[in-house]
């Protein structure tokens, strides 16, 4: 299945189809042979890929082999044993205070250093997995032996996740990093907004390592710190920095974390904040001449001519990312659509490879990318199909860890029921 079998005049659902079914070829043929772990990058040349996978890259390949599974592009027993093969090399795997690292090798699961001082630990990739597992968890919900062992090894490394101790003893923020042979050295304290907000929801929602609401409070909100309220091109922004920063902000967390309708005591709903978001970045690329002339919008991060960075409207380098609008499907739908029609006749197809849109191009100087990232094809696929079915929010919001920890920390849901607020063990 690939691009040049749409029609002439395509509908909506035959390019979501086509995006969403081509995209998934990347965590599909393009994962390791042997571990099934996706790639962290793959080439449009079809190079051999570096033997790196990114740990949150994981966590998206899961859900777009549910995503597979529930649309009948593999059967599910083709998607029970992929995940199964990949639980099985991640129960294998280094782990620090229950925490996987930012990259491991695809063949030996050794850890990949990513920075000089970030060799062990990383909290948030390790939170983009277990939104992942927890969702194939909930959707595995058979009575077989194999979904049942399932079942059981992914409640198993969630439990093993020691959030709390990622507090460093106190009931302030979480933090990002820890090694065994740097400690605490890169100092990186996990505070809103961006797109960690999953993480703290699965650590309060823990049964064996559970924070208390004040690290939500003080650490993640920064006792209210984090909230906005400026309007930016006529737009009031209720959560994060000036014109809210790189587009996935508004996708990782809300891959599986359902945010319609979802409330606390910072935001009356974080749906309008992601809104806000991305009418904002959409607006601004309006502003551009070279977006605007070409129909395309959505700066996030992405590769580009200069390197990976993460493109925002106070940080605009040119670079579009296809990761961007797709994804935002759930927000801005009818700007979405547009965008996606731009992208698919833009240079009459040149942005189109066998694992869907590369991850990023340069109107001005018609720049394109030679990679996909498994961190911006993953999302394209479980927010296409959020906006089509909410099959991913339904999942993430049934499970018991998601639910308890909402309860703790105060949330309401006027689309899910998650029940009233719950003390913490040990609070």
Same mark, same amino acid.
């Given at each position: 299945?690939?691009?040049?079998?749409?029609?002439?005049?395509?509908?909506?659902?035959?390019?979501?189809?086509?995006?969403?079914?081509?995209?998934?070829?990347?965590?599909?043929?393009?994962?390791?042979?042997?571990?099934? !772990?996706?790639?962290?990058?793959?080439?449009?040349?079809?190079?051999?890929?570096?033997?790196?996978?990114?740990?949150?890259?994981?966590?998206?390949?899961?859900?777009?082999?549910?995503?597979?599974?529930?649309?009948?592009?593999?059967?599910?027993?083709?998607?029970?044993?992929?995940?199964?093969?990949?639980?099985?090399?991640?129960?294998?795997?280094?782990?620090?205070?229950?925490?996987?690292?930012?990259?491991?090798?695809? %063949?030996?699961?050794?850890?990949?250093?990513?920075?000089?001082?970030?060799?062990?630990?990383?909290?948030?990739?390790?939170?983009?997995?277990?939104?992942?597992?927890?969702?194939?968890?909930?959707?595995?919900?058979?009575?077989?032996?194999?979904?049942?062992?399932?079942?059981?090894?992914?409640?198993?490394?969630?439990?093993?996740?020691?959030?709390?101790?990622?507090?460093?003893?106190?009931?302030?923020?979480?933090?990002?990093?820890?090694?065994?042979?740097?400690?605490?050295?890169?100092?990186?304290?996990?505070?809103?907004?961006?797109?960690?907000?999953?993480?703290?929801?699965?650590?309060?929602?823990?049964?064996?390592?559970?924070?208390?609401?004040?690290?939500?409070?003080?650490?993640?909100?920064? $006792?209210?710190?984090?909230?906005?309220?400026?309007?930016?091109?006529?737009?009031?922004?209720?959560?994060?920095?000036?014109?809210?920063?790189?587009?996935?902000?508004?996708?990782? $967390?809300?891959?599986?974390?359902?945010?319609?309708?979802?409330?606390?005591?910072?935001?009356?709903?974080?749906?309008?904040?992601?809104?806000?978001?991305?009418?904002?970045?959409?607006?601004?690329?309006?502003?551009?001449?070279?977006?605007?002339?070409?129909?395309?919008?959505? !700066?996030?991060?992405?590769?580009?001519?200069?390197?990976?960075?993460?493109?925002?409207?106070?940080?605009?380098?040119?670079?579009?990312?296809?990761?961007?609008?797709? %994804?935002?499907?759930?927000? !801005?739908?009818?700007?979405?659509?547009?965008?996606?029609?731009?992208?698919?006749?833009?240079?009459?197809?040149?942005?189109?490879?066998?694992?869907?849109?590369?991850?990023?191009?340069?109107?001005?100087?018609?720049?394109?990318?030679?990679?996909?990232?498994?961190?911006?094809?993953?999302?394209?696929?479980?927010?296409?199909?959020?906006?089509? %079915?909410?099959?991913?929010?339904?999942?993430?919001?049934?499970?018991?860890?998601?639910?308890?920890?909402?309860?703790?920390?105060?949330?309401?849901?006027?689309?899910?029921?998650?029940?009233?607020?719950?003390?913490?063990?040990?609070?």
């Amino acid at each position: 299945m690939n691009f040049s079998q749409l029609p002439p005049d395509p509908s909506l659902d035959d390019c979501l189809d086509k995006i969403q079914s081509q995209t998934f070829r990347f965590f599909w043929d393009g994962a390791h042979p042997e571990s099934g !772990l996706p790639f962290d990058k793959c080439f449009v040349s079809g190079a051999p890929s570096p033997n790196m996978v990114s740990i949150s890259g994981v966590g998206f390949g899961v859900l777009a082999i549910i995503v597979a599974c529930e649309r009948q592009w593999v059967t599910r027993s083709q998607a029970l044993a992929r995940i199964s093969t990949i639980i099985d090399r991640l129960r294998h795997s280094p782990t620090f205070h229950g925490a996987f690292a930012h990259f491991i090798d695809g %063949s030996t699961s050794d850890v990949i250093r990513f920075s000089g001082r970030d060799d062990g630990g990383d909290l948030v990739e390790t939170t983009l997995l277990m939104q992942g597992l927890i969702c194939a968890r909930e959707y595995f919900a058979g009575e077989t032996s194999r979904e049942e062992k399932l079942r059981a090894d992914i409640t198993r490394l969630y439990d093993e996740v020691e959030w709390n101790w990622f507090t460093r003893g106190k009931d302030g923020a979480l933090y990002w990093h820890w090694s065994p042979n740097y400690d605490w050295a890169m100092n990186l304290p996990i505070r809103g907004w961006n797109e960690a907000l999953s993480c703290y929801v699965l650590a309060a929602g823990s049964d064996t390592h559970p924070i208390r609401p004040k690290s939500y409070r003080a650490g993640w909100a920064r $006792s209210g710190a984090m909230l906005n309220g400026e309007v930016y091109l006529g737009t009031e922004l209720p959560l994060g920095e000036p014109y809210g920063g790189p587009l996935f902000i508004s996708h990782y $967390s809300f891959c599986a974390l359902d945010p319609r309708g979802l409330s606390d005591r910072y935001c009356s709903n974080y749906h309008d904040q992601a809104v806000a978001h991305t009418r904002i970045n959409h607006d601004y690329c309006l502003t551009v001449p070279d977006y605007a002339n070409a129909g395309v919008w959505g !700066l996030s991060a992405s590769d580009g001519p200069q390197g990976y960075g993460a493109h925002s409207p106070t940080f605009d380098r040119g670079v579009i990312a296809p990761t961007a609008a797709l %994804s935002s499907f759930p927000f !801005l739908p009818a700007e979405a659509e547009s965008a996606m029609r731009a992208l698919l006749r833009y240079g009459d197809g040149k942005l189109l490879g066998a694992f869907g849109f590369v991850d990023a191009f340069v109107p001005k100087t018609d720049w394109v990318a030679g990679t996909y990232l498994a961190i911006d094809q993953g999302p394209i696929i479980a927010m296409i199909e959020n906006y089509r %079915s909410g099959l991913l929010w339904r999942l993430f919001m049934n499970a018991p860890e998601v639910r308890r920890g909402l309860k703790r920390l105060g949330f309401t849901s006027s689309t899910h029921a998650i029940g009233a607020e719950i003390p913490t063990p040990g609070a």
